[in-house]
């Protein structure tokens, strides 16, 4: 069984998307439990990397072999950690799952949610390789819109995905982002 129910919903953008290939490295922002991790280390196989970020412990996983950081991916040298973890080769995709401790004031929540989905499109930025793809969750409202044209602009496409599993908590949502482009190269001036 998983240890998050949330797990599902991975299982569910994976099939939707085509997220994992066998030995990709991915990268789990806010992983705790861990059902995300199970799910992304079941889809890239043994010969696969899998590193999990999030502010509480991390229980080893005993049947996977993931690495596992205990950080805020708000801060410096959490993402330092990260980049070594992940090595030269970069990531073939990074999922957030991350969310912030909710206060029950909507626009505060929501706020607090589009910083750290930036925060995951940062790291997406830095080490994802050319093609990888990126899936966020964000909690909805009037950031929403500005922050997937953000992330738009540097992948193929991205879609906004609200997976039956989580239809429960209706105000959540991931975007799902493909093929994260090459920068063009600046022209000399
Ligand atoms: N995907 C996970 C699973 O399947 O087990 C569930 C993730 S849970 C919905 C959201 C997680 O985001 C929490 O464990 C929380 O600690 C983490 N989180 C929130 N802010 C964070 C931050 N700044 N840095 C790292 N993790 C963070």
Redesign the pocket.
Known sequence: GY??R??YK?KQLDEDADLFDSGNTVV??????????QVAAEAVGEGGTVVG????RIDDLEDHDVETIR????EER?RHYLREAVGEGGADVVVS????NMTGEYSLDHARSVH?AR?AFDVAEELLAPGGDFVV?VFQGEDLDAFREDVGEEFEYVRTVSPPASRDSSSEVYLVAKGLLTAPVEAGD
């Open positions: 240890r998050a949330s797990a991975l789990d922002l806010g992983a705790a439990p861990g059902g995300w991790l970020v999030d502010l509480q950080g805020d991916m708000t959490t799952d991350m969310a912030p750290l925060q969750k």
